[in-house]
């Protein structure tokens, strides 16, 4: 009797320290990491409504906004957008404007374009 308590209190005791493990491996892998490219802006350009002089900024995409960072990680303009899935890897990484207004950021190798402002 005591040697079937001991199991059970042993496997209780394993299942306890196994769950917290079990459910930070799911809230991690649901999580989406954002994407991070590098982009030179050779025009002024409008991110939603702040202008981005010329230069290389570092673009961090979440699945709802982006951040416009400079090379030492001053934030420079920070707008609401989405994912939208295109049914096509991208074969480079870039932007698409409308009258010097950032619209879509697009990375190589994903099949979704993020579109600002929306």
């Known amino acids: 009797m005591r040697k079937v ?5 042993l496997a209780v005791a394993c299942l306890a320290m196994a769950l ?4 930070k491996a799911d809230k991690t892998s649901s999580a989406s990491k954002p ?16 202008m981005v002089k010329p230069g290389t900024y570092k673009f961090v995409l979440e699945s ?3 951040t416009v960072e400079t090379n030492g990680n001053k934030v ?17 990484t870039g ?7 950032m619209k879509e950021i697009f990375v190589q190798g994903s099949s979704s374009v993020f579109v ?3």
Do not use: C, R
């Open 76 to 92: 420079v303009a920070t707008v609401p957008g989405h994912w939208e899935d295109k049914n096509q890897k991208q074969s480079s």
């Open 20 to 23: 917290p493990v079990l459910a």
């Open 95 to 101: 932007f698409n404007l409308d009258s010097g207004s």
């Open 116 to 118: 600002v402002g929306s």
């Open 35 to 50: 994407k991070t490219v590098t982009i030179n802006l050779y025009d002024q350009t409008m991110m939603g409504s702040t």
């Open 64 to 66: 709802d906004k982006v």
């Open 5 to 9: 308590a001991l199991q059970l209190a």
